[in-house]
């Protein structure tokens, strides 16, 4: 098992830059694909992006692509999602998650943070 915590979660300006981290416990998350989703109030869950084992591999919801990094140290346990160029629309809560499949399916993911909330404000 592992447990995850997320953090890095705040309020920020339209265009501006927050990096959420992932500090895994137990099991190491080299053993994971690991993976960020958000919530807004009132929608479902959805997919932001994922990274493999080694990190070799990335991929983004179309949404986030091109403003949002998501990379991994696996000798730290940590999973790192940077976001720039922040818009209103990316407001949500930010949660990392980890699983034994690459996948952009929620249910696919074994194991979640307890989540970090992300506000933008126009």
């Known amino acids: 098992q592992v447990q995850l915590v997320e953090s890095g979660g705040g309020l920020v300006q339209a265009g501006g830059s927050l990096r959420l981290s992932c500090a895994a416990s137990?099991?190491?998350?080299?053993?994971?694909?690991m993976g960020w989703f958000r919530q807004a109030p009132g929608k479902e869950r959805e997919f932001v992006a994922r990274?493999?084992?080694?990190?070799?591999?990335?991929y983004y919801a179309d949404s986030v692509k091109g403003r949002f990094t998501i990379s991994r140290d696996n000798a730290k346990n940590t999973v790192y999602l940077q976001m720039n160029s922040l818009k209103p629309e990316d407001t949500a809560v930010y949660y990392c998650a980890a699983g034994d499949y690459s996948s952009s399916y929620y249910y696919r993911y074994s194991y979640w943070g307890q989540g970090t909330q992300v506000t933008v404000s126009s």
């Open positions: 137990g099991r190491t998350v080299s053993s994971y694909v």
């Open positions: 990274i493999n084992w080694t990190g070799s591999t990335t």
